[in-house]
């Protein structure tokens, strides 16, 4: 087997948020100091936290946001509702970032950009990078206690046929209700934050963690294979979690690690319909779950790739290499674009280059293209 | 006044008015009006075989292609065909007889070969041929099915009966089974020096006892108490037996008539001769083939009539009236399921054949596994392309080697793939450079779903499925007898398609896949900087690399020239840099050299006339005669740039596909010259 290690160590590196990861901090940072600043939420015992696949480490680039989970130690679900806190949030943040505010169902988002950067010492070290680089948003979640965990504002299940200002109305509704565990949603994402990172100390290869490199691999494969369809990322992050837990991933290597993750995915997703995946910190079934229509396209993906996976398992270097490029596919970040990168001598359509002197030294003259 | 042409049309009258002015000029004068009959006196090499002293040329129609009969009265011999010399074999392109000594040489030659005797080919020849009289029909004859000893010795006879199979069509069945059905008697003699060419002749080959018996068989004949029979004699030649069955006759007069039929053989063995020399080979094949369909039937039936002993047929369909129009069994067989349909056709004429149909559509791997046990090869003709996956990863689990066909585009395009033990396995070819992908029709192949029925109409004419099924049949041979001369993918472009590499007729060689260059990441990432940096003006410069041990371009560094007045419409390589930047790389890589040109468009056009004029221009300069040297342009759309290759041919540029690649390996100290 080809362990092309050179080749894995560069793909996770293309996978991560990279520089993006300095626009990330910058803008979260730029947000929670402020939020953390304004009296009328400290008085309400206001602190943030990251919460996501950001401050797991499992986000892939280009990474277009990062959430901030923003809790009102003093509240709780029963002397609350989602609207008083919502709008507070609301104010203070259109105070400071106006028009750059939209709100969402349960959180405001705050977009940045080449022109409205977060910070000015990573705009000046990234200056000739893209703009694209700039383009970025933070999602504030407003969040009161819920016995041990936390509860958000609950939302108008996705879906439903509405416009814009029905859900809005919908959900302003919902937030009025007499019961509270109607007017919230029960979470707990700080916990499920610790779950990932303990998993990633569990079990290691190469002295890397290997939880998040693969969780990162699993997303990219969904985005490049799957169209962004659903299941979504946090779903395949809980069935590796069940599949590293139950020993089903090998480490040896990373082909290994990779292959075994892919199967194990495409198996837990034939079982979903009959044993749906659970979110492992509420021990409930993971919302919204996919319909069964996209667990099997989904399922049919992942073991497509497990076995072309499985066949670059036995390949040599070039082929293999080219079967693990189009497994992981491009998003953008290296040089060409693709997150596998080619062994020296490799070409991507798996051949093994060899080549002959170049004895040609052109043309002096000069010459015009139009 | 007679014309001095002969009465025949023919494609070279001058050649005919010639051959006709040297017949005369030699002393040939014509039979008859028509010109066409020519008598002249015998050559003297014939003098000894005739007591003729003249011969008759005769012109036939189709001459000059066709050659004259020469007649020759009292000639005798093999090679003489009811006196007529057999001088040219049929499908003689010589033209020797377009001149009267080009005939009188042939029969120079001809002679010194009757001389020394026309040896086992000539003895081969079929001596019904000679023999003088009325052709009656043809007779279907197996000495090895009539005579209990093979071979049948001199003094043997037997009885037969002749049964009519067709009008002029007759069978030859041991016994006398029905009075109604006319008799026949064979009798075995020795080989003969020349074949008998009249009852007479035929009977002084018969032993005193046979010759009693043809005399009571001609008794019978002419008191009408028999209407009809046959006399067939039968003796050993080099290439088997050879057998001239004569009829007898009542003629109304007291007498007998004689008449002559044409025997051929019917058995097993002679139809197996015209199987070919690999039948031999075949003699313990076991084939399973999947899909009947119209190419799975005629592949199955080239198989069978090539020599395959044991077929195992496995299709799930019924022969519909429509089918009939492409698949080998003809309507007879309608609502047949197709395997039965194909069973009985191929087991009928190819009797060494064994077949077993099977009614089903397979997918279970154990069911899958159990049809080819056994077997030496399997086969899918199912044209449906998720069975073939399916079936090969079987195959490749039980290391049972596969030959898989499908039409593609309408019959456009048919493609063979054997996946054997050294063979690249189908399931990865998609991603090989060897195996190019045949590319989709924006339009459907379809011609429409029938009734009830999920499965497209492939609207491939016949002719495509046989092509393909003959295609497939050859690569199916080529493994069995292990010659292994074919590839292991075959495709055939029946029909020329717009994409390369089908856009010709004919077998598809990776010599005509579409030409690439390779690109590694850092010249691409180089090219698309500078470009960027550039805008709104063009910038370009040099492609740095090596050629592929196939010859492909490698570029592995762009070098940026800048231009010396820089436009957003035009771009300048300035004087005197090329060869710096290239021996610059050289000093770092000995083995880099110059691969090309390329520049910025900062709009969505692609290469302009200017561009390509350039080009022409700078491959025909003293430094890079006999090289193609690669353009790449890069232009921007939608604010982001994108790359398009070509390379100079002959007085145009050819479209070329970038690959990517990595970087090259550095050098070995022991490997300099790579």
């Known amino acids: ?370 | 006044m007679m014309s001095d042409l002969p009465d025949l049309e023919s494609t070279e009258p001058d050649a005919l008015e010639r051959f006709v002015t040297e017949l005369r000029e030699s002393g040939f004068t014509p039979e008859d009006k028509s010109l066409r009959r020519w008598s002249g006196s015998v050559p003297r090499v014939l003098r000894e075989l005739t007591d003729a002293a003249t011969m008759t040329i005769v012109l036939r129609e189709g001459w000059p292609y066709r050659p004259p009969a020469v007649e020759v009265p009292g000639l005798r011999g093999w090679h003489a065909d009811f006196e007529r010399a057999c001088l040219w074999q049929q499908g003689d392109t010589s033209l020797q007889w377009l001149t009267l000594s080009g005939i009188v040489e042939r029969i120079d030659t001809w002679a010194v070969a009757r001389h020394r005797g026309f040896g086992q080919q000539g003895a081969a020849l079929d001596a019904w041929a000679y023999f003088d009289a009325p052709l009656r029909g043809t007779l279907g004859i197996d000495i090895a099915e009539l005579s209990s000893i093979l071979p049948p010795r001199p003094e043997q006879s037997g009885n037969f009966s002749v049964q009519g199979v067709q009008p002029g069509f007759f069978r030859a069945v041991p016994g006398w089974i029905e009075p109604s059905q006319p008799r026949g008697r064979w009798f075995a003699t020795q080989p003969p020096e020349e074949p008998p060419r009249s009852l007479d002749e035929a009977a002084l080959l018969l032993s005193k006892t046979h010759q009693g018996q043809l005399d009571r068989q001609l008794r019978l004949i002419a008191s009408k108490r028999r209407a009809w029979a046959v006399v067939a004699l039968v003796w050993d030649g080099p290439y088997g037996f050879e057998v001239l069955p004569i009829t007898l006759e009542p003629d109304g007069h007291g007498s007998h008539s004689v008449g002559l039929l044409r025997p051929t053989p019917h058995s097993c063995e002679a139809r197996l001769l015209r199987a070919g020399p690999d039948a031999q080979l075949l003699e313990e094949t076991r084939i399973t083939i999947f899909g009947l369909g119209s190419v799975g039937s005629h592949l199955a039936s080239n198989l069978a009539n090539s020599g395959c002993r044991f077929l195992t047929m496995i299709d799930g369909d019924t022969l519909l009236p429509a089918n009939v129009v492409r698949h080998a069994a003809p309507s007879f067989f309608e609502g047949y399921p197709k395997v039965a349909a194909m069973k009985e056709l191929l087991e009928n004429r190819c009797p060494w054949t064994h077949c077993e149909a099977l009614v089903e559509t397979p997918w279970s791997i154990p069911r899958l596994r159990e049809h080819l046990n056994g077997a030496n090869l399997a086969i899918d003709a199912t044209g449906d392309g998720a069975f073939t996956q399916h079936l090969a990863k079987v195959c490749t689990d039980l290391s049972m080697p596969l030959v898989s066909v499908a039409l593609y585009r309408g019959g456009a395009v048919a493609r063979v793939r054997r996946q054997a033990q050294a063979d690249h396995p189908i399931a990865l070819r998609g991603d090989h450079w060897r195996y190019p992908v045949i590319p989709r029709d924006v339009d459907d192949d379809s011609v429409g779903l029938e009734v009830g029925c999920t499965a497209p109409i492939n609207n491939a004419p016949p002719i495509a499925v046989v092509a393909a099924a003959r295609l497939a049949a050859h690569a199916a041979m080529d493994l069995l007898t292990g010659r292994l001369e074919e590839p292991d993918e075959a495709i055939e472009v029946l029909r020329p398609l717009p994409e390369v590499p089908f856009d010709n007729v004919g077998r598809v060689r990776q010599d005509q896949f579409p030409p690439c260059a390779y690109l590694t990441s850092e010249a691409r990432a180089e090219i698309l900087k500078k470009a960027a940096a550039a805008f709104p003006n063009e910038t370009g410069g040099i492609l740095i690399g090596l050629p592929t041990e196939n010859g492909e371009p490698w570029i592995t560094e762009a070098v940026e020239l800048e231009s010396d007045s820089p436009s957003p419409s035009s771009y300048r390589v300035p004087p005197g840099k090329t060869q710096k930047a290239v021996d610059q790389a050289r000093r770092i890589d000995d083995r880099l050299g110059y691969l090309g040109e390329w520049h910025s468009h900062p709009n969505a056009t692609g290469q302009s006339r200017r561009d390509k004029q350039t080009m022409l221009t700078l491959a025909e300069s003293p430094a890079l005669v006999g090289s193609a040297p690669l353009l790449i342009v890069a232009r921007r759309i939608e604010g982001r740039y994108e790359l398009a290759c070509s390379r100079v041919e002959s007085t145009s540029l050819r479209k070329v596909e970038l690959r990517s690649a990595g970087p090259l390996p550095s050098q070995s100290p022991q490997n300099a010259e790579v």
């Open chain 1, 1 to 370: 087997m080809e362990l092309l290690r050179e080749q894995f160590d560069q793909a996770f590196t293309n996978l991560d948020l990279g520089v993006r990861v300095q626009v990330a901090k910058a803008a979260h940072e730029d947000v929670r100091s402020f939020l953390e600043a304004r009296p009328e939420l400290r008085v309400l015992g206001f602190k943030s936290t990251l919460i996501g696949s950001y401050p797991r480490h499992t986000a892939i680039w280009p990474g277009k946001d990062v959430d901030i989970f923003g809790k009102f130690d003093g509240l709780n679900i029963a002397t609350s509702t989602p609207g008083q806190i919502y709008d507070l949030v609301l104010h203070a943040l259109e105070q400071r970032y106006g028009e750059r505010i939209t709100p969402q169902p349960r959180s405001i988002k705050i977009s940045f950009g080449p022109g409205s950067a977060p910070g000015e010492r990573y705009l000046r070290q990234f200056e000739a990078q893209a703009a694209a680089v700039h383009e970025f948003s933070v999602d504030v979640v407003p969040a009161v206690h819920w016995g041990e965990r936390w509860g958000i504002p609950n939302r108008v299940p996705p879906g439903m046929d509405l416009s814009v200002n029905e859900i809005r109305a919908e959900t302003r509704r919902l937030w009025e209700s007499r019961h509270p565990d109607e007017r919230w949603q029960e979470t707990d994402p700080e916990q499920v934050t610790v779950l990932t990172q303990e998993a990633n100390a569990r079990h290691r290869l190469n002295s890397h963690g290997a939880f998040c490199r693969i969780a990162r691999a699993m997303k990219q494969v969904r985005v490049v294979h799957l169209g962004g369809a659903k299941p979504n990322g946090l779903y395949l992050e809980f069935a590796l979690l069940e599949a590293f837990d139950s020993v089903r991933i090998g480490l040896t290597s990373w082909p290994e690690a990779v292959r075994d993750s892919l199967h194990a995915v495409a198996c837990r997703l034939d079982e979903a319909t009959d044993s749906p995946l659970c979110d492992p910190v509420l021990g409930r079934p993971f919302e919204p779950g996919p319909t069964p229509t996209e667990i099997d396209a989904a399922s049919r993906v992942f073991h497509r790739l497990a076995d072309q996976a499985t066949r670059a398992m036995r390949e040599a270097r070039c082929p293999a290499a080219a079967a693990w490029r189009k497994i992981l596919g491009e998003n953008g970040q290296s040089a060409d674009g693709w997150v596998f990168p080619l062994p020296d001598g490799c070409a991507e359509d798996g051949r093994d280059l060899s080549a002959r002197r170049n004895v040609l030294r052109g043309s002096d003259e000069a010459r015009g293209f139009g």
